[in-house]
C-alpha cells in the first residue's frame, strides 16, 4: 500500500480490493471498510512518528472509542480505491480523525468520523490529545471540516423488541497489538448475530458506535440486537440497535460496547457487475 502526505497534511492511501475484503456477493464486506480506516490512521500516524510502535516505547497506546460511518456504494473486486485521511484540531482527551474513500471514478463510497484517544499504559487513563495531534500535524482550519458527532442513544431507548441473542466465541487471532480484542471483530460479531436470509439481502448504509469497555480472550459476551418491533427486518431500511454485554465472574453484567446501523437492500447500495 502507498501512502502519501500532501502539503496540506491530508495523507492519501491507494488500495486494491483483495478476494478477502469481499462477501460471496463480490461486494466489499463491512469489516474491509471499517479495516481501511484504521488502517490509513495507523499508517498516517506511523509517517508522522507516532504510530503504536512509537508510543509503546513511550508506555503509552493508541484507543479508538467512538467511529460514525456513513456508506454510500460498496465497489466489488477487484476495484481500486483511494482513501484519504486527516487529524482535526483535538478538543480535551479526544483525538477526532476524518476518513473517506472514492472508487477509480472518484464517486465517494464512505465518509467516517472518528474519535482516538492515547492511554497511559501504567494508569490507563487518556492523556490530553494536543500532547499529541501537535504531532501528527492537521490542515488549515477551513479545510478540517465538522468533527463533532451527534449523540448515539436516542435509537437505544426506541429499540425495546429482541430479535436476536448470539454467544461469540473469541478466537486466539481476535486480539491485537494491546492485548485486547481487536476493534473490527464487534463488527463482526454484531452481523454474526443476524440470520444469513437478512445479510444476503441488505448491507450497513450508517454505522454508529462505540467502545465502551476493553475485552480480552476469555471474556464471556452476549451480542444482543434490538428494533422497534419484530417487523423491522421487513423494512426497505432497517434500524437495529446492538449491545455487547460481558458477564463478569461475580454473575453482574457490564456493557463494552454499542452501535447503531441502518440498512439498505443489496440492490440499491451494492455495485453490479
Not at 502539503?7 to 466489499?28: M, P, R
Not at 507516532?50 to 513511550?58: F, T
Not at 499504559?121 to 458527532?149: H, Y
Not at 430479535?163 to 494491546?178: E, G, K, S, V, W
Amino acid at each position: 500500500m502507498n501512502m502519501r502526505i500532501t502539503d496540506e497534511n491530508k495523507a492519501i492511501l491507494d488500495y486494491s480490493l483483495t478476494c478477502g475484503d469481499v462477501d460471496g456477493h463480490s461486494t466489499t464486506r463491512l469489516g474491509a471498510y471499517e479495516n481501511l480506516v484504521q488502517e490509513a490512521a495507523g499508517l498516517h500516524a506511523t509517517m508522522r512518528g507516532i504510530g503504536i510502535y512509537d508510543l509503546q516505547k513511550e508506555n503509552r497506546t493508541w484507543v479508538i472509542a467512538r467511529s460514525r460511518m456513513e456508506i454510500f456504494h460498496y465497489d466489488m473486486w477487484p476495484h481500486d480505491l483511494t482513501v484519504t485521511t486527516w487529524a482535526q484540531d483535538s478538543t480535551g482527551f479526544n483525538c477526532p480523525r476524518h476518513v473517506e474513500a472514492c472508487n477509480a471514478q472518484g464517486e465517494k463510497l464512505f465518509e467516517c468520523e472518528t474519535k482516538w484517544a492515547v492511554i497511559d499504559f501504567s494508569t490507563g487513563r487518556p492523556l490530553k490529545a494536543t500532547l499529541i495531534s501537535e504531532r501528527l500535524m492537521t490542515p488549515p482550519a477551513e479545510l478540517q471540516g465538522v468533527s463533532k458527532l451527534p449523540p448515539l442513544g436516542d435509537e437505544d431507548a426506541a429499540s425495546q423488541t429482541i430479535l436476536f441473542r448470539y454467544a461469540p466465541q473469541i478466537r486466539y487471532l481476535d486480539t491485537d497489538l494491546n492485548r485486547h480484542v481487536n476493534n473490527l471483530t464487534y463488527f463482526n460479531w454484531c452481523l454474526d448475530a443476524l440470520p444469513d436470509s437478512f445479510r444476503d439481502a441488505y448491507k450497513p448504509s450508517l454505522v454508529d458506535v462505540r467502545w465502551i469497555k476493553q475485552c480480552y480472550r476469555h471474556d464471556n459476551l452476549t451480542v444482543i440486537a434490538r428494533a422497534a418491533d419484530a417487523a423491522e427486518l421487513e423494512k426497505d431500511e432497517p434500524g437495529l440497535w446492538f449491545d455487547i454485554i460481558r458477564t463478569e465472574d461475580s454473575g453482574a453484567t457490564t456493557k463494552v460496547f454499542d452501535a447503531w446501523m441502518t440498512w439498505k437492500r443489496r440492490e440499491v447500495i451494492c455495485a453490479q457487475a
